[in-house]
């Protein structure tokens, strides 16, 4: 008996909000399984997945048997209880290598740390089949003895999305990855985002509770479910860090890793994402009737082409020194220059109020 979780896949446009990469299957051993080894026993009860793949897993501490870590040559025992994380496997698509700039923040033998532009796909999918990170990755790394033979490929775990600017974290090699999936599965590392959002949020901090899923209605967006038989659980707890008029900075750290959690889940409270066309931000939410404020947001949106997302802090325990990391990226300057024209509005708004 088997029950698998994992992570819907948004290929259409470069989509990838959030997404954290990893399988998680759970058995329940049958009742006359004789003994056999963890590793062959999980190679022959998921498909398209080989030996090797399962005893990284193991290696990696992410094969648990009843709740405790165990080693490749356990024996499986009639009803013992088995889960395993793996990141997932590489794709049939043929990678091609792509000189094309990178920003990384950190790199040593077992990963690397990198600032992805907005307008970046992370992975090649339909519509986007060249200029991606993972392009970029792939020619950052040719020169690595596992590339050549390739034998690797870059360890995603986790994506943000093509038109959302941040940190993300990239394996060098399995065990990394492995070890890396796993602390994304468990929810030990730590996000933060900045989030440029509409209107003026009621409390100075909060948590959004809500399952997330594909939208009944539109297979390109998600939506957030109240009905628990619908999507998956998502939260994301928010702090406010400056008032601006009609718009709101806030800090998200996230709980969990959904498609698009942090676009749904504002938009579902009725404060979608600053240019957020895909979750109704693209227009003029909040303000005035004035002809001078109108132009004053399409100017802003002119600005900033795109929704206002930054992935500001990554922190993980690093899969070898089990050093704790933390890095932090600044804001765009796309994103800053919006904020800064929004405090200069506020300030002048508030003199003119004084004045009268």
Partial sequence: MADMEENEEFLEGGNEEQQELYEHFRFVVDKGQSLLRVDKFLSQKIENVSRNRVQNAADAGNILVNGKAVKSNYKVKPLDLISIVMPYPPRDTELIPENIPLNITYEDSDLLVVNKPAGMVVHPGHGNWTGTLVNALVYHFKDLPTYQNGEVRPGLVHRIDKNTSGLLVVAKNELAHNMLAKQFFN??????????????????????????????????????????????????????????????????????????????????????????????????????????YKQFINNCFKLLPRHALHAQTLGFVHPTTKEAMLFTSEIPADMQEVIEKWRTYVSSRDLSNEDM
């Fill in 187 to 292: 929810h030990t590392s730590k996000r933060t985002y900045i989030a440029l959002v509409w209107g003026d949020l009621a409390q100075d901090s909060g948590t959004i509770v809500g399952n997330i899923g594909r939208s009944l209605y539109d297979r390109q967006k998600m939506a957030v479910f109240t009905d628990e038989s619908h999507g998956k659980e998502a939260i994301t707890h928010y702090t406010v860090l400056e008032r601006l008029g009609y718009v709101n900075l806030v800090e998200c750290r996230l709980e969990t890793g959904r498609t698009h959690q942090i676009r749904a889940h504002f938009q579902h409270i009725g404060h979608p994402l600053f240019n957020d066309e895909k979750y109704g931000g693209n227009e003029i939410l909040k303000g005035t009737t004035f002809t001078k």
